[in-house]
């Protein structure tokens, strides 16, 4: 009788993993077919998407700039300090760090920070109409949350995830090329220099950008539409969020770089 | 099918639902004729408002069986559980405003997902917003509305698609005694005007008990008493007469306010 009350919480934690797992996957689903099909076809509040694009894109402008440019400068001094110590690498710098940029971490970093500023801010909004009954609110209508509140964050966000990286990317690599330039006196045009990044590096890069835009308010409106209680539930909902979104940032990362090798092998 | 065609509005038979292994509601069984008006009243956190919820389809029970205006809630799918709430309306306890909109599109929104033409929904909404004294707030946001005043649109935007069930979640908590008598008034020339079968849960015993015509009171998850509402005060059940007339018994407090004050005089009861 004893051992049976740990076995009952762990049965149930499982059952509810699972139950959460189902879930994520009919809200992944139900975005993706609302987004090509049923978000068109019903009554959309007008300027949603914009209005969203201007949330995830504009209002992240500054936090994307100074996070990719605090990063860009401290890759290149971090290593031109390394190449510096053995053989003269310094010509090399700019040329790898443009391909490094291009293929992870302008997308990764990128999406890393928009998982907690706009993945946060998702599942808020969404967490606080659920436990202020406006989704119920929606379904008595007739209307799918999912179409209403997750569609159009989904599209902006995918859009606006590509835009923003390549954003983030020009701020971190001009930032490392000023750091480069003062601190250890390469020329721009040496810095300023693609021939390592390849059609296939940005390919890779833009797919990983637009898939990491479309995971983010997946996830947070998953954890938004699971909110229970009160202004503590939209509190761990958010939490949740953030955790996820950049989780599934790190294994769409690992995935499509997986993806990748395998297609185009060592030569990437 | 329609509820009009003879069957009962609302029937729920030995409904049962549990949250996290807390049982809420076991073997819950009511019928609502159409046209009806039923009250349904009991102690605080009683499961009064997961009822509402079961009967409009938004959750589903763990055991027995609810038909509402024709439809098996049980067995039918979300899309046939979205179709048939368009054809209900719902007060929410806390109003559920969406409140990214104002008064006016709020009250329109279930027009607006019922393909009603541009328009219809004007004028319906005007008219709607004018039935609850809310004429020329038509641009106010929620936030910028006292809770009467929330309540109120709460109370347009369930009513104004002319539902044929209306769902009432403590449609007068929180609001002095003009404003709910005044509410009240208006529900019943809605449902006059409509034929609209109404269910109403509320604390406020006396009120909702000269509302209705029959009152089902909810207690420790099962339907206690059922019976006509002018015989609640003097029901033979003395736990559902102390919780009507707000006295306590065995020494706890079953409802904070005497009813007997607050009781309308013999010739207003229905």
């Not at chain 1, 990317?169 to 250890?184: D, N, Q």
């Not at chain 2, 015993?205 to 029959?214: E, I, L, P, R, S």
Request: aromatic letters at 6%; one cysteine or more.
């Amino acid at each position: 009788m004893i051992a049976r009350r740990p076995l009952t919480a762990i049965g149930r934690r499982a059952l509810d993993g699972v139950d959460a797992a189902l879930e994520l996957g009919r809200v992944a689903v139900g975005t993706i077919v609302g987004a090509l099909i049923s978000y068109w076809r019903g009554p959309r509040r007008r300027g949603e998407i914009a209005r969203q694009m201007y949330f995830i894109g504009n209002r992240s402008l500054l936090f994307v700039a100074v996070t990719l440019g605090f990063i860009g400068m401290v890759m290149v001094y971090q290593t031109c300090l390394l190449t510096t110590q053995v053989v003269d690498g310094r010509g090399q710098v700019g040329a790898q760090f443009a391909r490094l940029l291009v293929l992870d971490v302008g997308p990764s970093l990128t999406a890393m920070m928009l998982a907690t500023r706009v993945g946060a801010g998702i599942a808020a909004e969404i967490g606080s109409m659920k436990v202020t009954e406006q989704i119920d609110a929606l379904r008595m209508s007739g209307v799918t949350p999912v179409d209403y509140l997750v569609v159009p964050r989904f599209l902006a966000s995918v859009i606006m995830t590509v835009v923003l990286t390549m954003f983030g990317m020009a701020v971190a690599w001009g930032a490392g090329g000023l750091t480069g330039y003062y601190s250890f006196q390469i020329n721009p045009r040496t810095f300023f220099d693609l021939s390592m990044v390849a059609p296939a590096h940005v390919w890779l890069g833009m797919t990983k950008a637009a898939a990491y835009g479309a995971a983010i308010p997946i996830v947070a409106g998953f954890c938004g539409l699971r909110a229970k209680g009160s202004s503590e539930g939209v509190g761990a909902a958010t939490t949740a969020a953030v955790i996820g979104s950049s989780f599934a940032v790190l294994i769409i990362d690992f995935t499509i770089s997986a993806i990748g090798l395998i297609i185009w092998g060592a030569g990437l | 099918m329609t509820a009009r065609d003879g069957q009962a509005a609302v029937e729920l038979e030995g409904v049962g639902k549990a949250f996290g292994g807390r049982r809420v509601l076991a073997g819950v069984s009511l019928t609502v004729p159409p046209g009806g008006r039923l009250g349904i009243i009991g102690p605080a956190a009683g499961g009064k408002s997961v009822l509402l919820k079961l009967i409009a389809g938004l959750q589903r029970p763990d055991a027995g069986a609810i038909r509402v205006l024709g439809h098996d809630l049980v067995a039918a799918r979300e899309p046939e559980l979205a179709a048939l709430r368009k054809r209900i309306g719902m007060l929410f306890q806390n109003y559920a405003l969406f409140d990214f909109l104002s008064v006016a599109d709020n009250v329109a929104f279930p027009l607006l997902h019922a393909g009603v033409a541009a328009d219809e929904i004007d004028a319906r909404v005007a008219a709607r917003l004018r039935a609850v004294g809310l004429a020329g707030s038509e641009s106010k946001m929620p936030a910028e509305l006292s809770g009467g005043m929330k309540k109120r649109v709460g109370i347009a935007r369930a009513t104004v698609a002319r539902a044929e069930l209306v769902l009432y979640d403590e449609p007068t908590a929180g609001l002095d005694p003009v404003t709910t008598s005044k509410i009240y008034d208006l529900l019943r020339a809605d449902q006059a005007e409509t034929g609209s079968t109404a269910v109403v849960v509320s604390s406020d015993v006396a009120a909702v008990a000269a509302f209705a015509d029959t009152i089902a009171m909810l207690h420790d998850g099962r339907i206690r008493w059922v019976g006509a509402a002018a015989g609640l005060f003097d029901a033979d059940d003395l736990v559902v007469r102390s919780f009507a007339r707000g006295e306590e018994r065995d020494g706890a407090a079953v409802l904070s306010r005497s009813v007997e004050a607050a009781r309308p005089a013999p010739g207003a009861w229905p």
